[in-house]
């Protein structure tokens, strides 16, 4: 029988995860805010400016998906590496489903930060 | 950079797998997601420096599983498709190839055959009602055992002396009604169930 102590880590680490899993639409596509990337640079830009690692097999499907749903487009554009890279770009309806997402992230995170204030006051 | 030969030799292995498991989606697709996958491959192996076995097996493993991945963009793509088209055939379709991946897309898909079934065939009793005013119906039978059951029926062929039809003219309404109700209602809960499988799919690390 497992001990409660990792039961318990199990647990939070579960629910990490799929708090993870939850806020990675949103990140890539907040990724692409600023201009077009490569699949290998949204991974890059996700990386080096959030805490949300993610597995390289992941992005690619996703982008996909988002792309069907035509809040992203592609394009192969010729590189100096010698191979062509798919640049996703986002569409007006992925600008406006980012904003939409954006409220909402900061509607909910707002709601969060207030319940959880007793513990920064050391209660 | 160059590549040596056993190099190339596991990414074209990796990516035929990958192909052989998309097998049936348009060719044009597959061919797009194998060279962007082998433009990631080849741009992270550069990334390592010195191209080794090793790098190429780890660039590779970070991957994921070749058929995994390739379930993944199944998944992913077609249930998108259909949530954005909304239509029963591409549901259906989507299901279809979804069912041949998991169990929980073969249970989405006898649940959803049946639910378009079941719409189809109010629709249909509640048309052909006018061509056959006394036998298509919802009737009330009595059944073998002696309990009584329900029948839709299209109105092709005789009743059971003894059948009750319940509704009479109302199937018309009912009908058409109930079964484009039955029919949106089914198309909504199998979207509804493959969002909630794919987004328990989402592998994270870290």
Redesign the interface.
């Known amino acids: 029988m497992k001990d409660r102590g990792a039961t318990d880590q199990e647990l939070a680490d579960k629910w990490e ?1 799929q708090l ?3 806020c ?1 639409e949103l990140a890539i596509l907040v990724a692409l805010w600023d201009g077009k990337l ?3 640079e949204i991974l890059r830009r996700l990386e080096s400016d959030s ?1 949300l ?6 992005v ?3 982008l ?2 988002l792309k ?3 809040l992203v487009r592609s394009e ?1 554009v010729e590189s100096d ?6 640049y996703y770009a986002l569409t007006p309806a992925g600008k406006q489903r980012v904003r939409e997402m954006a409220g909402m992230w900061t509607r909910f995170s707002s709601s969060m930060s207030k319940l959880l204030a007793p513990l920064s006051r050391g209660r | ?1 160059a590549i040596p030969e056993n190099a190339e030799q596991k990414i074209d292995l990796y990516l035929s797998k990958l192909r052989r498991r998309l097998a049936g989606v348009n060719p044009q697709i597959i061919r ?2 194998a ?6 491959i ?3 192996i ?1 990334a390592a420096g010195e191209v080794t076995p090793a790098a190429v097996d780890a660039t590779l493993a ?3 599983d070749p058929e ?2 390739a379930d ?2 199944l998944t ?2 077609l ?3 259909a ?2 088209s909304r239509s029963p055939l591409r549901i259906l379709h989507s299901l279809l190839r979804w069912a041949s991946l998991s169990l929980a897309g073969f249970l989405v898909l006898t649940a959803s055959v049946m639910g378009y079934f079941l719409g189809i065939v109010f629709v249909l009793v509640a048309v052909l009602r006018p061509f056959h005013p006394q036998t298509a119906g919802l009737w009330l039978l009595p059944g073998t055992a002696g309990d009584p059951e329900f029948s839709l029926r299209l109105g092709f062929g005789t009743v059971p002396a003894a059948g009750r039809d319940l509704l009479g003219w109302w199937i018309i309404p009912v009908g058409l009604i109930g079964g484009c109700g039955v029919v949106t209602l089914t198309t909504r809960l199998a979207i509804a169930c493959a969002q909630r499988y794919r ?1 328990s799919r ?5």
């Open positions: 995860v993870r899993k939850g990675l490569y699949g290998l805490d690692i993610v597995s390289e097999g992941t690619y499907p996703l996909s998906r069907a749903l035509e192969w590496a010698g191979h062509p890279r798919k | 950079m797009e997601i060279d962007e996958l082998r433009g990631h080849l741009d992270k550069a970070r991957l994921g995994a991945l993944e963009y992913d793509n249930l998108a498709r949530t954005a987004r989402v592998p994270a690390r870290g």
